[in-house]
């Protein structure tokens, strides 16, 4: 399980000032908490039993052609939903390369490095010019 550093201290000023502008108790507020939580454990049971699955997968098709009422009610149910088929293979393709190439390390130096070398060839043009050529 996993632990967390305590906040800073005006955090504590920022709850009590809370619960005492609601005029609420402490007690009162612990029991209301755990009573969510209660409530949520079925919900909790079913997203451990299901894991990835709970999330619903719709085709960019189906949104286009109109959704059931059932497959509106999951994603309603969820808060969420992943589509599918909504952006065409070769882009897909894409993104992952210029992803993978982002992700390489250095990559920014790299591309800081190309940047200086061009300008370099630029001035080098720039300075000496040859009849007929024009730099774009």
Do not use: C
């Amino acid at each position: 399980m996993a632990t967390f550093a305590p906040l800073p201290a005006r955090f504590s000023t920022i709850k009590k000032d809370l619960l005492r502008d609601m005029d609420v108790a402490p007690d009162v507020l612990q029991l209301a908490w755990k009573g969510v939580l209660k409530a949520l454990e079925p919900r909790v049971q079913e997203i451990i039993s299901q894991g990835g699955n709970i999330i619903p997968r719709i085709s960019y098709r189906d949104i286009e052609a109109g959704l059931s009422e059932s497959q509106k009610d999951t994603i309603r149910k969820t808060g969420v939903v992943v589509i599918t088929g909504g952006i065409p293979k070769e882009v897909s393709n894409m993104i992952t390369v210029l992803s993978s190439a982002i992700m390489r390390p250095n990559v920014l130096e790299q591309l800081k490095e190309a940047l200086k070398w061009k300008l370099h060839i630029k001035d080098y043009i720039a300075a000496n010019p040859v009849k007929g050529v024009t730099l774009l």
